[in-house]
């Protein structure tokens, strides 16, 4: 169904219970979705110590594994296991994380994701302050001539997408935005907020 409204991700939020509060879904379940899409599965891992899990979710059928900076304490290896393992490479981190923290690293990723809520749940509202983190990773990508993408997660809807946009976001993540109400409608609605 997430095909045919032109969606191109499909952002799958891993969560362990321990570096967040919440528990959802695992390789199994990517696994599991793999043969019914070919959207590119984009695996956001909010799980403690992320390096013991790169392989069952290349195994799974990952396209892209994205961890947290603040969750392992061995990053730059981390990262190097993801390419190794036939992925793409993302590394997140939270609102209150200063760019500082990944700046070591950002010549092995293909994006950066920047969580616009602390991380977690879903339906949370989305924190405008991000927005200058946003403008300062672009500046930043342009000063060490880099390529990765600028992703945004959390609060996503057609009012908050203008200011992630505008600040230099180039892929977005929506989730309880499309799936409250009518998803082909909901999708039509940011796809357009995102032209305006």
């Given at each position: 169904?997430?095909?045919?409204?032109?969606?191109?991700?499909?952002?799958?939020?891993?969560?362990?219970?321990?570096?967040?509060?919440?528990?959802?879904?695992?390789?199994?379940?990517?696994?599991?979705?793999?043969?019914?899409?070919?959207?590119?599965?984009?695996?956001?891992?909010?799980?403690?110590?992320?390096e013991n899990?790169?392989?069952?979710?290349?195994?799974?059928?990952?396209?892209?594994?994205?961890?947290?900076?603040?969750a392992?304490?061995?990053?730059?290896?981390?990262?190097?296991?993801?390419?190794a393992a036939g992925m793409k490479v993302g590394v997140v981190i939270n609102p209150g994380t200063p760019l500082v923290t990944i700046e070591p690293v950002l010549n092995l990723v293909?994006?950066?994701?920047?969580m616009t809520v602390n991380p977690g749940f879903g339906g949370q509202v989305y924190i405008?302050?991000?927005?200058?983190?946003?403008?300062?990773?672009?500046?930043?990508?342009?000063?060490k001539g880099l390529t990765f993408d600028i992703e945004v997660d959390g609060g996503i809807d057609d009012k908050t997408i203008h200011s992630a946009k505008n600040a230099g976001?180039?892929?977005?993540?929506?989730?309880?935005?499309?799936?409250?109400?009518?998803l082909d409608a909901n999708v039509a609605k940011l796809k357009a907020a995102l032209h305006d």
């Open positions: 169904r997430l095909e045919k409204t032109g969606v191109e991700y499909v952002h799958i939020d891993v969560m362990d219970g321990h570096f967040v509060p919440n528990i959802s879904f695992g390789a199994d379940v990517v696994a599991a979705m793999r043969p019914h899409s070919k959207l590119v599965f984009d695996c956001h891992l909010m799980v403690s110590n992320p899990h790169i392989e069952t979710f290349a195994r799974a059928g990952a396209d892209i594994l994205t961890i947290h900076a603040e392992t304490v061995h990053l730059h290896g981390t990262l190097q296991k993801i390419r293909d994006q950066v994701l920047l405008p302050e991000v927005a200058e983190k946003i403008a300062d990773l672009v500046k930043l990508r342009e000063a976001a180039n892929v977005f993540v929506a989730g309880s935005y499309l799936f409250k109400g009518d």
